[in-house]
Nanobody, 114 residues
Framework: QVQLVESGGGLVQPGGSLTLSCTASGDDISGYVMAWFRQAPGKGREVVAT???????FYPDSVKDRFTFYRDNAKKQVYLQMNNLKPDDTAVYYCHARQTDVYWGRGTQVTVSS
């Protein structure tokens, strides 16, 4: 099993950038599917980046070409680089890991506002 802790959220102006980090403890994450989700007020949780243990990450159209997922299995860390942020990106962002079980971090707030 793994425990996940996110960091890096905050307030940023539209068009700005932010990088979120997620640090895992416990199992080696190299065999895990790692992902970032977000949940805006009054909306359901949606995936914004998914990384399998091989191949390139996947992104929905809403963030493609603006968000980039990185993973460092040796450090047990994953990152979400977010560029050209929009007010609609305002949400709590959650780190997610799954193998046979599913794990979530507690989330980090991202607010995009002028």
């Amino acid at each position: 099993q793994v425990q996940l802790v996110e960091s890096g959220g905050g307030l940023v102006q539209p068009g700005g950038s932010l990088t979120l980090s997620c640090t895992a403890s416990g199992d080696d994450i190299s065999g895990y599917v790692m992902a970032w989700f977000r949940q805006a007020p009054g909306k359901g949780r949606e995936v914004v980046a998914t990384s399998y243990s091989y191949g390139e990450p996947f992104y929905p159209d809403s963030v493609k070409d603006r968000f980039t997922f990185y993973r460092d299995n040796a450090k047990k860390q994953v990152y979400l680089q977010m560029n050209n942020l929009k007010p609609d990106d305002t949400a709590v962002y959650y780190c997610h890991a799954r193998q046979t079980d599913v794990y979530w971090g507690r989330g980090t707030q991202v607010t995009v506002s002028s």
